[in-house]
């Protein structure tokens, strides 16, 4: 039942009398119950909605902003949490020039509206591309597990196989958006890992590789922040069967760590949040992908590529698509994959903050990282009843605490860090239930050492006074 009102809402548009009128009368209808006639009647609700008194513009603003200060965010709490959205410093020219009116308004970077997009992202993939050792980088994806989902893919196309096997210790939540993106092209296949190191099992990867393998993927540092070093021996399984290597990476630990290229792998993917991205809750995420520059792999790409070219001017050069003709642009619903809208502007700001701190700066960040995560991990096993879940494989970044001979359920010990201003680690006890009470902490530059204590000490008082 709809009633045919005669005020403007303040919210809803074009709901002016007169205005609704026109509309009405151009399009031959005399009430706008008629445009629901192809609604069942069992589906339309037949009573007022019982909604409260429409706010005006003041009174919503307070409403929204005392609901808004009910949240804490990583500015106002310690945090310890990561797992595949990291607090990691930004500095202050990443956000100057990713909010300048050029790059924010250039939706799909045309001729008529770019102002040096087109440049910065072929800049951008220059400056990755040298991070990761390879030579052709994508406008970013939409996050990591699409661009793992769509290395896989390509990988498919490649070697004309269906089966894709995935290591156990990939996030489970990434696993299930390879899965959903990946069916019914590929069938998505498991490999076990290790429970004593975390390490991929290789004997149960090797039984696994057959014939119709087209891919293995695997992370390194993977989602539990171990850093795999069998890296060459799973590629050369991998080749053994011509299948495809791909290594998913968290590009801030290539500071420190080899790049996957350097250990067999043909595709590198990873995220871009932890290169000058802010935490934001459901956005503020960006993926790569990267290969060599062999035309097998460069025309499986299903998202843009920017290159350059000189002018008819001497010392005057261009930038702008190789290979258009690849993606759904060019090709529409013929398209290997569809590619719309994509994070584009997160690639920029990701050319500004590699520029910003190039190896050297990469190198110190890394191993900052590294130092005080292993210093976190020393203090808070030194807890009794407190442990690493895989305390003699080296990590980054991350690590696995055991809290089963505490007695005290992470989730219990998260409460309580709540409550002195602290974000515990992530539980891990849904993905991992074999495991009983563990959690995912994540240590990064932005952690003095006096959180790390009071961090230590918080824990200590939990478990000590239980």
């Known amino acids: ?43 339309k609700l037949k009573r007022e909605m019982n909604l409260p008194p429409a706010m005006n513009e003041y009174e919503l603003r307070r409403h929204i902003e005392a609901l808004l200060a009910k949240n804490k ?45 087109f440049q910065s992202l072929f800049e951008y993939q220059s400056l990755m591309a040298e991070l990761v050792d390879m030579d052709v980088v994508n406008v970013p994806t939409f996050d990591w597990a699409q661009a793992a989902s769509t290395a896989i893919r390509m990988a498919g196309r490649i070697t004309g196989r ?39 099992d290789l004997d149960d990867l090797q039984g696994k590789l057959e014939e119709g393998t087209a891919a293995f993927y695997f992370e390194n540092p993977g989602y539990l922040g171990i850093i795999e070093d069998q890296g060459a021996q799973i590629s050369e399984l991998v080749h053994a069967v011509n ?54 792999y ?38 290997k994959e569809s590619v719309g809208t994509q994070t584009a502007l997160w690639g920029i700001t990701a050319g500004v903050y590699l520029s910003l701190l190039g190896p050297v700066g990469m190198q110190e960040v890394g191993e900052t990282i590294i130092q005080k995560s292993q210093y976190a991990a020393n203090k808070l096993c030194a807890i009794p009843g407190v442990s690493l879940r895989f305390e003699d494989t080296a990590f980054f970044k991350e690590f ?35 495991w009983g009470e563990c959690a995912l902490y994540c240590v990064t530059e932005i952690h003095m050492q006096a959180d790390l204590d009071r961090l230590a000490s918080a824990i200590e008082n939990i478990v000590c006074k239980n």
């Not at 290539?254 to 871009?272: H, T």
């Not at 590529?305 to 258009?324: H, N, Q, R, S």
């Not at 219990?412 to 680690?425: D, P, Q, T, Y």
Request: overall charge negative; charged content about 25%.
């Open 1 to 43: 039942m709809s009633e045919y009102r005669t005020y403007a809402h303040p919210y809803i548009p074009n709901t002016v009398p007169e205005v609704r009128e026109a509309m009405l009368k151009e399009i031959g209808l005399s009430s706008i119950d008629q445009l629901h006639d192809a609604i069942p009647d069992s589906l």
């Open 73 to 117: 965010h990583g500015a106002d709490y310690i945090n310890f949490l990561g797992a595949g959205c990291w607090q990691h410093f930004v500095p202050a020219v990443c956000d100057e020039i990713n909010q300048r009116s050029e790059f924010v308004t250039a939706y799909a970077g045309e001729p008529y509206e770019d102002h040096g997009r």
């Open 162 to 200: 269906r089966i894709a096997l995935l290591s156990r210790s990939v996030d489970p939540d990434k696993a299930k958006i390879i899965t959903n993106y990946c069916t019914p092209v590929m069938e998505i296949r498991y490999v076990e890992i290790d429970p004593v190191t975390g390490k991929i």
């Open 243 to 296: 299948a495809i290597s791909i290594v998913g990476v968290d590009p801030i630990s290539l500071g420190v760590l080899e790049p996957p290229s350097r250990y067999g792998a043909d595709i590198v993917c990873g995220d871009l949040q932890p290169l000058g991205m802010h935490m934001n809750y459901g956005g503020g995420q960006a993926g790569f992908i990267a290969t060599r520059d062999e035309e097998t």
């Open 298 to 335: 460069v025309m499986e790409y299903p998202s843009r590529l920017f290159g350059i070219v000189p002018t008819e001017v001497e010392g005057e050069y261009g930038f702008g698509d190789v290979a258009y003709e690849r993606t759904s642009f060019a090709q529409r619903e013929k398209g």
């Open 400 to 434: 696995v605490l055991d809290f089963n001979e505490t007695g005290i359920s992470v989730a219990e010990i998260n409460k309580r860090l709540l409550e002195v201003g602290i974000f515990g680690g992530k539980d891990l006890y849904s993905a991992y239930p074999q």
